[in-house]
Structure formats: structure tokens, C-alpha cells
């Protein structure tokens, strides 16, 4: 079964950079799509980048071209590497992995891990 782990949360000032990290322990990671998910303090958890398991690649309008997603099926890992960081991304950032099949789908979210971004 996938669990889903993030790491690479922290502190930062307007304008610099972090790379988080969503390591999977478990399941055949390389037939899901992952995305990034974050979730503002009130706000509602919205999508900001996923790589599906082909490797097409979508971001919200508000962080294209500041923000890449990867993933390294091997590794069993997916990253999200946030440039240019604004105090608007400040929020907890989830590791999603879903899939669907013939009769039924399946998803997975990792507990979450903190970005906050000062101005």
C-alpha cells in the first residue's frame, strides 16, 4: 500500500527557495499520478502541481513558472522545487498519489508539511 511521506518544510523570506520532498514506502509507485496539494490557514486545500504517471505536467496559474514537479520512480520520490517564494504560498503542502482503474480508483495523502514564507 502507498503511505506517503514530505519533507522539506521550513522558514523562509520572500524570494528564496525550497524543495520538498514526497517519499513513498510503499505500493507501485511509478502507476500513480502525484500532485502537490497546499492548504492556506481558512482557506481551502487547493492543487498547485501534478505529474501524472506518463509524466504530463500541469501547475496552477500561481505558480507556473516559479514552481517544478519531478518524480524519480526508482527513488519512489516525487519533489516539488518552489522558486521565487511570495508570503501568499505560505501554507501546509500535501503529497497526493491516485489512480483509476477498470472498477475502482484508489488516493493516498501524506500528513503534510509546513511552508511559511515571511515578506
Known amino acids: 500500500q502507498v503511505q506517503l511521506v514530505e519533507s522539506g518544510g521550513g522558514s523562509v523570506q520572500t524570494g528564496e527557495t525550497l524543495t520538498l520532498s514526497c517519499a513513498n514506502t510503499?505500493?507501485?509507485?511509478?502507476?500513480?499520478?502525484v500532485a502537490w496539494h497546499r492548504q492556506a490557514p481558512g482557506m481551502e486545500r487547493e492543487r498547485v502541481a501534478e505529474?501524472?504517471?506518463?509524466?504530463?505536467?500541469d501547475y496552477a496559474a500561481s505558480v507556473k513558472g516559479r514552481f517544478a514537479i519531478a518524480r524519480d520512480n526508482i527513488k519512489n520520490t516525487a519533489t516539488l522545487q518552489m522558486r521565487n517564494l511570495k508570503p501568499e504560498d505560505t501554507g501546509v503542502y500535501f503529497c497526493?498519489?491516485?489512480?483509476?482503474?477498470?472498477?475502482?480508483?484508489?488516493?493516498?495523502w501524506g500528513k503534510g508539511t509546513q511552508v511559511t514564507v515571511s515578506a
Open positions: 510503499g505500493g507501485v509507485f511509478e502507476l500513480y499520478d
Open positions: 497526493h498519489a491516485h489512480r483509476t482503474g477498470l472498477t475502482r480508483s484508489w488516493e493516498y
Open positions: 505529474i501524472s504517471a506518463s509524466g504530463s505536467i
